[in-house]
């Protein structure tokens, strides 16, 4: 028992390594933008597969050397699978007790859900078991009429929203997790909606907005003057009606649009390799979209099983991706490099041949828009402040948010 000290949680947020289960490829919806095309009924964990993953991981100590870590149970949806994820839970305690293992009290489950079930009765006992250590964040998209255009219910019938069915589990869970933030996608059809939307998830008391444009193709002639416009506007609204104080939006980062030092600022943007995805049939992943029903034209990028464990060969790649050797001449001298984002798994999908050393870069436009409403943001705040003679204060007081996700 080394490396349990005490019953208190340490948690090392830097160095926490992610571990993700796919544990169902089904949701109760089928929302449009879902970048999960082949998402089906059939492939759920088993528990024997999730048992393997745990005692391979666990086994294999030094290889898992981060401080914490996070297990992430993503789907589909996945507290349609409750049951498993509880005797998951149940059994990487118990186990890191009996190891001794340094994530003893250093661990999070972490999940995304669409917050259908939320209420259910074994939702609510398992949240009340892993209270200490857990984070949930709800998925919803803004006003029903912006969350109905994307997120509706699967089926063959008329098309019908979930809006109501999402809405009325908010409260239950700010009660239990009162600084929850939501996740925001924005897609072509939703950029109308920006505004009202980041307000109105505001008004139902969730303080921190976390948006991101998809990384996908699919942006229209015009979007990005929309885009920055609805940027522009929702900053007067943040910054006029004072939700700027206990608010957060991450749109809006004094981190973004600046260059980028070739050799001092040339890290990779996201995680994969870093994290690890493991999937019903066993397979390991360098992140969840490398697995199957996550590409739209590749092939799945598997690095290892849980019965032969992981593949360096396979993995090496990931670990030594760095911004400039993946990233083209005009990303690399762009002037509002920072900030804008990629994805390993967007970026193998849609790259010519099946390498991740092609970065996509479908957002560039949105991402100038969004740098052209965050600067307009920042003068009128700093402007409104200075005037106020409380700059100084509020640069001391205020929370260092989160404002640049990959995904
Ligand atoms: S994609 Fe566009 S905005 Fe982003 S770094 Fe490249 S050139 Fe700059
Ligand atoms: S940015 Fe894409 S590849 Fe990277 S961690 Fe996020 S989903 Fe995975």
């Not at 998402?39 to 100590?61: F, G, P, T």
């Not at 939703?190 to 969730?206: A, M, N, Q, R, W």
């Not at 049939?281 to 969840?288: I, K, L, W």
């Not at 490398?290 to 690095?303: D, T, V």
């Amino acid at each position: 028992m080394d490396g349990i000290k005490s019953n208190k949680v340490i948690w090392k947020d830097g160095t926490a390594k992610n571990i993700t289960f796919i544990v169902t490829k089904d949701c109760q919806l089928a929302c449009k933008y879902c970048y999960l095309v082949g998402k089906n009924e059939k492939e759920r964990m088993s528990w024997q597969v999730a048992k393997s993953a745990i005692d391979y991981i666990l086994d294999h100590k030094s290889d898992f050397n981060e401080e914490s870590v996070i297990w992430d149970f993503i789907g589909g949806e996945p507290f349609l699978e409750i049951d498993l994820i509880d005797q998951i839970c149940d059994y990487i305690k118990k186990e890191l007790y009996i190891r001794g293992h340094h994530w003893f009290n250093s661990y999070r489950f972490n999940f995304s859900t669409n917050g259908i079930n939320y209420d259910s009765e074994k939702v609510q006992q398992f949240i009340a078991k892993n209270r200490e250590h857990l984070s949930i964040g709800i998925t919803i998209d803004g006003t029903r009429r912006k969350h109905d255009l994307n997120r509706i219910w699967k089926g063959d019938g008329p098309e019908k929203g979930s809006y109501d069915d999402v809405v009325r589990n908010i409260p239950l869970w700010l009660k239990q997790f009162p600084h929850g933030g939501t996740k925001v996608t924005i897609s072509s059809a939703d950029i109308p909606y920006i505004k009202e939307s980041v307000l109105h998830l505001y008004s139902l008391g969730i303080h921190e907005v976390n948006i991101n444009a998809v990384f996908e193709d699919v942006w229209k002639e015009g979007d990005d003057d929309l885009f920055e416009q609805q940027l522009t506007e929702l900053a007067d609204a943040i910054i006029d009606g004072g939700w700027y104080e206990d608010y957060a939006c991450s749109f809006y980062s004094e981190n973004i649009g600046k260059p980028l030092d070739p050799v001092y600022d040339n890290t990779n943007w996201c995680g994969a390799g870093r994290m690890l995805a493991v999937d019903a049939a066993g397979n390991f992943y360098p992140c969840t979209r490398f697995a199957a029903y996550s590409l739209r034209s590749k092939k799945p990028l598997i690095i290892g099983n849980v019965h032969d464990g992981i593949d360096r060969d396979k993995l090496r790649p990931f670990l030594t991706l760095d911004r400039t050797t993946q990233s083209p001449q005009n990303c690399i001298d762009c002037e509002v490099a920072s900030g804008c984002a990629w994805c390993q798994g967007e970026n193998y999908d849609a790259a010519e041949s099946p390498t991740i050393y092609q970065r996509a870069t479908a957002i560039c436009k949105m991402h100038k828009a969004r740098v052209r409403a965050n600067n307009y943001y920042w003068n009128k705040l700093f402007r409104k402040l200075e005037l106020e003679g409380r700059r100084e204060e509020y640069e001391a007081n205020r929370k260092t948010s989160n404002p640049i996700l990959p995904c």
